[in-house]
């Protein structure tokens, strides 16, 4: 089953907007991470934030995590439109290996 | 640095038919391996993930099998496909002597079962 879903599932914006996309998950984790994936193509990672940990930055990447709701967001600055793909949230409960459960994403569209 | 090679990147194949799905893993030793699913506008499904050669685990029971005959190696295998097993198929690996780190994820393989 599906750990984290992220909200919304689609977004349009205009470059130079900002996109801000949540996620929110089901049991208590060790870390949770944001990957990319243009169409098609596998995922890359962007940014991991520890459960101890509430904001984390990373170039025009802003992700932060309230564990206590469960939730976290993932804040694209100034977007431009190579920045159009689908987003996925990912959550890590600890144990053997890094057995990440995804969340369904949202797909980001930026255009000119 | 390291790479990860999966192929083919597209398959299309009969019902009833065998699957071999094959990844590779440059410029690191032992590293942790993942063969994840993806349904169409979905999110991953992890199905298999090993930590050394022929220790294999199995996430979801399902018409599919995994075997690492190398270090480097990870095969994801059908005797028999079925239709639901068409999906974006995406192998990854992670640094073993790290504990939680991130994936890096290989390119896929689009697999059409007809």
């Known amino acids: 089953s599906q750990q984290g879903e992220e909200d919304p599932q689609a977004l349009s914006i205009q470059e130079g907007e900002n996109a801000t996309m949540n996620c929110s998950y089901k049991t208590s984790i060790n870390n949770l991470q944001w990957y990319r994936q243009n169409s098609g193509r596998g995922l890359v990672h962007l940014i991991l934030i520890r459960s101890n940990e509430r904001e984390k930055h990373s170039g025009r990447l802003r992700v932060t995590l309230d564990t206590s709701k469960k939730s976290s967001s993932l804040l694209i600055t100034a977007s431009r439109a190579a920045d159009t793909a689908s987003y996925f949230c990912a959550t890590d409960a600890g144990g053997t290996a890094s057995k990440l459960t995804f969340g369904t994403g949202t797909r980001l569209q930026v255009t000119l | 640095s390291q790479t990860i090679h999966q192929w083919p990147a597209t398959l299309v194949q009969p019902v009833g038919s065998p699957l071999s799905l094959e990844c590779t893993v440059e410029?690191?030793?032992?590293?942790?391996l993942y063969w994840y699913r993806q349904a169409a506008g979905r999110g991953l499904q992890l199905l298999f993930y090993s930590v050394g050669i022929g220790q294999i685990s199995s996430e979801v029971p399902q018409n599919l099998s995994a075997s690492r005959p190398q270090d480097r190696q990870f095969i994801l295998s059908s005797k028999k496909l079925l239709l639901s097993d068409s999906g974006f198929y995406l192998c990854?690996?992670?640094?073993?002597?790290?504990?939680?780190?991130?994936?890096?994820f290989g390119s896929g393989t689009q697999l059409s079962v007809l």
């Open positions: 410029g690191t030793s032992n590293p942790n």
């Open positions: 990854a690996w992670s640094v073993s002597s790290l504990p939680r780190v991130k994936l890096f």
